[in-house]
């Protein structure tokens, strides 16, 4: 117990002393609190505005410690609009640079407010200069290296090879012991002997077993019906992919946007509520949120290299743009038509239905095994969703379904019938 | 009561041909040859149990290791910036325009995969023609050009536009003639794109001119009313319409307008009041039109003008100085009661003629005239503008060339090379142009004769406006980037005449906010996004003023006169050559479209070919037979073509389409029949559709690639007719009692209760209003992914057609006798006067389907909805379903035919599966298919209105041939809704179902044919 709080103790010491530096190292530019500023900082001015980066306004932190006015700073910060009105130069100058795309106008901020987020932002930028070169060496991301498929086959293959050779050298070492002994003469027939006795009650019981008819038979049912259910089952499972994970070209976690960000699977996938392809989002999507968010990450950067998407100037450049090929995981054959709309906008089926737990799923694999059989037998369970739906109202024949105390499923309504699906 | 009338589809089946008989005792032309294995080189040869194991083996060793391969990865490869108003998976529609009837454009992923009628179009209120049904598949042509060609070479913009403006500055310095050829512009922003080009280099003129040309009715009109234009026809407002030799509901003008009128005194809602028009057609080859007339008179085409001169004579009671009589005693007699039928229905009356002679058309003139024709039934004031072409004007332009005074040539649209009737002195002429332009994006006959190729946008590329009505003007807008390095000819027209607005979109905008948009009431911005999604601005019609033919007569008797008895064949070998359009191939423009060349002329059944269709008496008279091929010349030009039997084809005439022969049109359309162009020729100012032939046997023997022969009914009766006259007695005439049949037990179906479902999908066709022109035929291929198969595949029965037209030929008969007896009919053998009806036939979606029982692996199952479903996916190819259908409407897939080499030039090329509708499956070889009633759109109706919340209302659903029938000849809808069109018609008298004694309870009733005769045959 001493120990750790001598160390807590003297970790506390060395923060505050650093803090104090740095405290000292910010009063020479003003006398904004750094903390407030803070606060005030994530909440007006991140939408549009990083310290160490460009992102729809200027990197922040060379941009505030070179400016040394800090009255004009807190001017533009509060009333941008005026300072340009006014046709300040340097105002002009950002202005213009940033395609006269105009920066919000911060009346509620007072002066204090805006000098407490210069400081907050002079400090930051600093202790990110002097952390940098702790930080290690930027970039080197650790890259995860699990043994690939490849490798573990390969391994697989090596030990099996292995158990080969020596079992094919044991057989080698026993015939030359052998042939060495047979050379010897006595001591092979004395072998000879005791090898003898234990081969003939051996294949005296394999002879007796398999003079036992009973028996054979036995083994031959139980071997036909071994290999005729592994038949049978592989038959089946021909051509289903349940489980079938594609490494994708971006590996995008599901998990993270459908799970934890809890973003609704329509706001991506938008044409499930309008058509029959769910789609897979458009680039723009993206670009909604990751032109602001984790971007440097060195996934988010192939949807920009995609785009021709240049994070400095903002700019795309169609010339470089190429689409991304993802890899299609759900395939129904070309003759069966599905129609996303008619489940998930008439039926108010959630997606989860058929493809699985995708908020927990780290990369999209096939849950269900889009077999006719699994698509038949939902038809028949699941009741029609009729409700408010003025399209069922006058149909005589749910009424008499109802009557006779019957579910009115899909299948009832002719939900199960060729020519729905297969045309 | 059946009508004991004797139904024929051609000549073999009348005569019971022993190949014909033999041939439809199977479903299927080429049999399965069993027998053949079995016995001679099959399995008893000498080692047949090695041989079937060593095939067994290494059958089984393929399919497994063909089984294993692994499987394919799908890529899924979204849009980068996904334009707002796609998508994936939903159609936009965007309206346009197609030869100046207002469209939709369906696109799917920014691609075009139908053209559909816009439903407000104020000329065929939704229809369309098989021509502009398979223009989409153009588009997708991979034989257009991809590059502006300078001297044969590939070249950019840039380089022709430097090299096209300094010619023109050179020969404008030069002040030598420019001329610019088009097929004639009836656009109002390319006429004045025209005008200012022709403002900027003044030596310059347009010339409008027309491969089949109207300048005959121009320049008469010119010469009776001072109006120098084409009238606005109103079939719909006549009683009675008198046509000589006009092609109205299949080529003339503007036949799909003239369908759509046509029918409104024809069809169901007409009969029910009470009211039927009268169409009497007096014709020398077999027409579209023809074949819908009450009654059909058979002239020669140097017979017409004498029968014109005797009707005028008729109707004015005066005698035009030459007149004489006609020789031909039935056409004379008809003359005589159709003039007084015309007088009895003065003001409601309409004659027309086919004839491109000026002469003639003045008379026509002066007969409507009498008869108080102009302001009702004919429209000189809201004229059409479809053709403007001036025959004189052309040949004189040619002389021109010739004397060395052209020194630049533009065609825009127009390929004289193929279609001037001298051909030949076009190719000199153009030697001695200097810049020879085409803005061709094929590198056709007369593009390869110039020296400049600047390729034009396709229309479903192109920016621009129509108006084919003075009045109506529509719009085309790109559904499309263009898919080559092509461009607008307006905007290169623009840019070489150094116009101050350099980009035509810009132009066309200008124009309309200028000029146009105002007449519809529209203005701005809005006004013209309006009129992007309306897709057309309409004038009100002016009034009509008060045209009298008052021109002296005699003159133009005295030219008709002379002309009749020069163009009159006599002597050995010599007949009158009558040249016509096909409905399908029409001038030859569209002739590299593969679905046009297979979809059967409507009335002789024959694809891919044009033909000699001669009267089967001359046939007998000449000692020739039925595909044997003729050489007919003309003034030293020859053409060999095969001979066709055409039963109602004017004795001593060859009828021969033209549009066929092209030599660079593309691979599709290269080689496909003769070139009759050539015949034309150019007398009395004007190009002349008749010539005195000829002709001579070669000794070779053509067969036809014809679908009249396929699927034979076997003489079952399927057609009902009735006339006008019995039908206002008992409007339940000749339809037959329906259900008074023997009802089978229900052995094989169960009671489905169809009646307490939700749908019960069915069909009405009205055979009255069908014309039989085959729109439908195309509108089905592009809708539902129907393979095209080619000549050969035809001549052995494998089209693949969903729905097809039958046409059956029967006897005019004397009153009341009907011909049914054998005997009868080979005494009678009157093959000048038969009548014609038009059958759609498509799959019945039988209640009780003889298909379904015979399906060993169900794969063909009745839907609860009234469907006949098809699950190809199932399908084995048995074939039993296709044996077992009495209607005959099941296709097989002999082929992979959009992934077999076989087939080139139809389906397998890089662009043209783009085409595809996605919604459809296209269907492998060895897989049945046939008619689904468009399920894809009942499904897409249904999901839309369950979307909506609401039920599904009657007419939101259309399916593919009901959408395109100009005549609304087919409904389509739920019978167990009481209030929809298709219960109001199927509860008419007129209803029958086609072999209803089988009690197969199809889902299609069909309205009896009516047939207006019986005044004229009293």
């Known amino acids: 117990m001493r120990s750790f709080s001598l160390i807590l103790k003297q970790f506390s010491r060395s923060f505050v002393l650093v803090a104090s530096f740095a405290i000292c190292g910010l009063s020479a530019y003003a006398q904004g609190d750094a903390a407030k500023g803070e606060a005030l900082f994530k909440t007006k001015c991140t ?12 990197a922040l932190g060379t941009v505030v410690t070179s400016e040394t006015d800090d009255k004009w700073l807190i001017k533009w910060i509060e009333n941008n609009q005026a300072l340009i009105a006014a046709k300040d130069p340097k105002a002009l100058k950002i202005y213009n640079e940033y395609n006269q795309s105009a920066m919000t106008v911060f009346g509620d901020l007072s002066d204090a407010d805006a000098a407490n987020i210069i400081a907050y ?18 970039g080197a991301a650790p890259v995860e290296s699990g043994p690939s498929d490849l490798v573990i086959f390969g391994l697989i293959c090596v030990i099996v090879l292995a158990f080969v050779i020596i079992l094919v050298l044991n057989r080698v070492i026993g015939t030359l012991e052998r042939l060495l002994l047979k050379r010897q003469g006595l001591e092979l027939e004395e072998e000879e002997v005791e090898v003898a006795v234990v081969p003939v009650d051996r294949l005296l019981l394999a002879k007796k077993l398999i003079k036992n008819k009973k028996f054979v038979f036995f083994v031959i049912i139980c071997g036909t019906i071994a290999m005729g259910s592994w038949s049978w089952v592989t038959l089946w499972n021909t051509n289903v992919h349940t489980g079938y994970q594609p490494v994708q070209p971006i590996k995008f976690p599901h998990d993270m946007h459908a799970g934890v960000m809890k973003i609704d699977c329509q706001y991506c996938h938008s044409g499930a509520y309008k058509s029959k392809n769910a789609s897979i989002p458009s680039l723009n999507v993206c670009m909604n949120c990751h032109k602001m968010v984790k971007t440097e990450s060195p996934e988010i950067h192939k949807i920009y290299d995609a785009l021709g998407y240049d994070t400095q100037t903002q700019k795309y450049d169609t010339t470089k743009a190429r689409p991304i090929q993802w ?36 990369e999209v694999y096939q849950y269900s095994p889009l077999t006719m059989k699994w698509c038949i037998q939902c038809h028949k369970r699941t009741d029609v969703n009729m409700k408010g739906n003025a399209y069922y109202e006058n149909m005589i024949q749910v009424h008499d379904l109802i009557k006779q105390g019957k579910h009115v499923t899909a299948a009832a309504m002719g939900g199960i019938e060729c020519g729905k699906c297969h045309y | 009561m059946d009508s004991n009338k004797k139904y024929w589809k051609g000549l073999e089946e009348l005569n019971n041909d022993p190949e014909f008989v033999e041939k439809n005792k199977h479903e299927f032309a080429e049999p399965i040859p069993i027998e053949e294995v079995l016995s001679g080189a099959g399995l008893m040869n000498k080692t047949p149990r090695r041989d079937f194991l060593k095939a067994l083996g290494f059958g089984v060793g393929a399919v497994t290791l063909a089984a294993c391969q692994k499987v394919p990865v799908h890529k899924s490869i979204p849009y980068l910036i996904k334009p707002e108003e796609i998508t994936p998976g939903v159609a936009n529609y965007y309206s346009s325009t197609y030869d100046g009837h207002a469209i ?43 590059n502006p060609v300078l001297n044969g070479a590939d070249v950019t913009w840039n380089e022709t536009d430097a090299f096209v403006k300094n010619e023109l500055a050179a020969i404008k310095t030069g002040g030598k003639k420019i001329r610019l050829v088009s097929s004639s512009v009836h656009s109002p922003s390319t006429l004045a794109v025209i005008a200012d080009f022709i403002a900027q280099y003044p030596t310059a003129k347009h010339i409008n001119y027309d491969a089949v040309s109207y300048t005959g009715i121009i320049q008469a009109n010119k010469n009776s009313f001072d109006k120098a234009v084409l009238p606005h026809y109103r079939f719909d407002k006549a009683d009675i319409i008198v046509s000589f030799g006009a092609d109205f509901l299949g080529t003339w003008i503007s036949p799909v ?58 109707i004015s009671g005066a005698t035009l100085p030459g007149t004489k009589k006609l020789n031909n005693v039935n056409a004379d007699k008809a003359l005589t009661l159709v003039a007084k039928e015309l007088l009895a229905a003065k003001g409601k009356a309409l004659v027309v003629c086919g004839s491109n002679d000026v002469a003639a058309q003045v008379l026509v003139n002066a007969i409507n005239s009498l008869l108080g024709s102009y302001a009702s039934t004919i429209d000189l004031d809201n004229y059409s503008n479809q053709y403007s072409g001036n025959d004189a004007e052309f040949v004189e332009f040619v002389s021109e060339m010739n004397r060395g005074e052209v020194d630049a040539v533009l065609f825009l649209n127009a390929n004289p090379a193929y279609d001037y009737h001298n051909g030949s002195a076009i190719k000199d002429a153009l030697k001695k142009v200097r810049l020879r332009l085409s803005f061709s994006d094929h590198n056709d006959e007369t593009a390869s004769l110039c020296n400049v190729i600047a390729p034009n946008h396709y229309y479903l590329e192109s920016w621009g406006d129509d108006s084919i009505i003075e009045g109506y003007y529509t719009i085309v807008q790109p559904t499309i980037n263009p898919v080559y390095n092509t461009r607008q000819a307006e905007q290169s027209l623009l840019i070489w005449s150094d116009n101050a607005v350099k980009d035509y979109y ?18 701005g911005q809005k006004g013209w996004e309006t009129l992007l999604q309306t897709g057309f601005v309409n004038v009100a019609d002016k009034a009509n003023g008060t045209y009298t033919f008052t021109r002296e007569l005699n003159g133009v008797a005295q030219t008709i006169l002379n002309q009749s008895s020069q163009s009159e064949a006599s002597g050995d070998n010599k007949l009158e050559v009558q040249l016509y359009q096909t409905v399908a191939i029409r001038d030859g423009k569209r002739a590299n479209n593969p679905w046009l060349q297979e979809m059967p002329d409507p009335v002789s059944k024959v694809t891919w070919d044009n033909f000699a269709a001669m009267s089967p008496a001359d046939i007998k008279k000449f000692n020739l037979a039925q595909f044997d091929v003729i050489n007919i010349d003309v003034n030293g030009y020859s053409i060999a073509l095969p001979v066709l039997s ?73 057609i009902r007719e009735t006339t006008f006259k019995e039908f206002l007695k008992d409007p339940s005439s000749s339809s037959g009692d329906e259900r008074k049949h023997k009802k089978y037990d229900d052995l094989f179906w169960q009671d489905y209760e169809i009646e307490k479902k939700p749908y019960n999908w069915v069909m009405a066709i009205d055979l009255n209003a069908c014309t039989g022109c085959g729109a439908c035929v195309v509108a089905c291929s592009a809708e539902n992914n129907i393979p095209v198969v080619g000549r050969d595949e035809v001549r052995r029965r494998r089209e693949m057609h969903w729905i097809r037209i039958d046409r059956y030929y029967s006897f005019n008969n004397e009153e009341g006798k009907s011909i049914s007896e054998e005997q009868e009919i080979s005494t009678l053998k009157d093959l000048d006067h038969v009548s014609v009806v038009h059958q759609p036939m498509l799959c019945q979606h039988c209640d009780h389907a003889p298909c379904e029982t015979v399906c060993p692996v169900l794969a063909t199952v009745h839907s609860s909805e009234g469907l006949n479903h098809m699950a190809y996916n199932r399908c084995i190819g048995t074939r039993y379903c296709a044996n077992n259908c009495p209607y005959k409407v099941r296709r097989f897939n002999w082929f992979n035919y959009w992934n077999d080499s076989r087939f080139d030039n139809y389906l397998i090329n890089e662009h043209t599966h783009l085409v595809l509708n996605p919604d459809v499956t296209t269907r492998f070889r060895g897989v049945m298919e046939k008619c689904s009633m468009c399920i894809q759109r009942i499904q897409a109706g249904k999901l839309k209105a369950k979307i909506e919340k609401r039920p599904v209302k009657d007419g939101d659903i259309k399916v593919a041939c009901q959408q395109t029938c100009p005549a609304n000849a087919i409904v389509f809808g739920n019978r167990n809704d009481p209030d929809s069109e298709v219960s109001k018609a199927l509860k008419s008298e007129r209803t029958y179902y086609v072999l209803e004694e089988l009690d197969v309870q199809p889902g299609i009733g069909y309205q009896v044919k009516v047939r207006n005769t019986a005044e004229l045959e009293a």
């Open chain 2, 646 to 718: 055409q039963p109602g084809q004017a004795q001593g005439t060859i009828s021969v389409a033209v549009g066929y022969g092209r030599t660079m049109s593309g691979p599709v359309g290269d080689g496909v029949g003769k070139n009759a162009f050539p015949f034309h020729s150019f007398r009395n100012g004007t190009f002349q559709t008749s010539a005195i032939a000829t002709f001579s046997k070669t000794g070779d023997n053509v067969i036809l690639a014809q679908t009249q022969t396929h699927h034979s009914f076997e003489g079952r009766n399927v």
């Open chain 2, 257 to 314: 307008e003239f369908t759509s009128q046509y029918v409104q005194n024809r069809n169901n809602k007409s009969l029910q009041n009470k009211k039927m028009s009268r169409h009497i057609q007096f014709e020398s080859g077999m027409s579209l039109t023809g074949t819908n007339a009450d009654v059909r008179i058979l002239i020669k085409p140097s017979e017409e003008g004498v029968a014109l001169v005797n009707l005028y004579n008729q």
């Open chain 1, 47 to 58: 939408t549009c505005h990083k310290i160490d980066q460009r992102v729809i306004g200027p």
């Open chain 1, 327 to 362: 890899i299609r995981i759900h395939n129904l054959p070309d003759f069966a038509y599905f129609n996303h709309s008619q489940h998930v906008k008439v039926a108010g089926l959630k997606c989860q239905t058929c493809h699985g737990p995708v908020q927990t799923m780290k």
């Open chain 2, 104 to 146: 939709l454009v369906k696109t799917r992923e920014g691609r075009p995969i139908k053209v559909e009628g816009n439903p407000n179009d104020l000329l065929s209120k939704g229809g369309l023609s098989a021509q502009a049904q398979a223009s989409v598949l153009d588009l997708y042509d991979v034989n257009r050009l991809k």
């Open chain 2, 506 to 523: 810009t132009y066309v905008r200008n124009n309309w906010d200028k000029n146009l948009l105002a007449k519809g009431g529209l203005s």
């Open chain 1, 121 to 138: 932002v002079r400090a930051d930028w600093k202790t990110m200069q002097t952390a940098k070169p702790v930080a290690g060496a930027p």
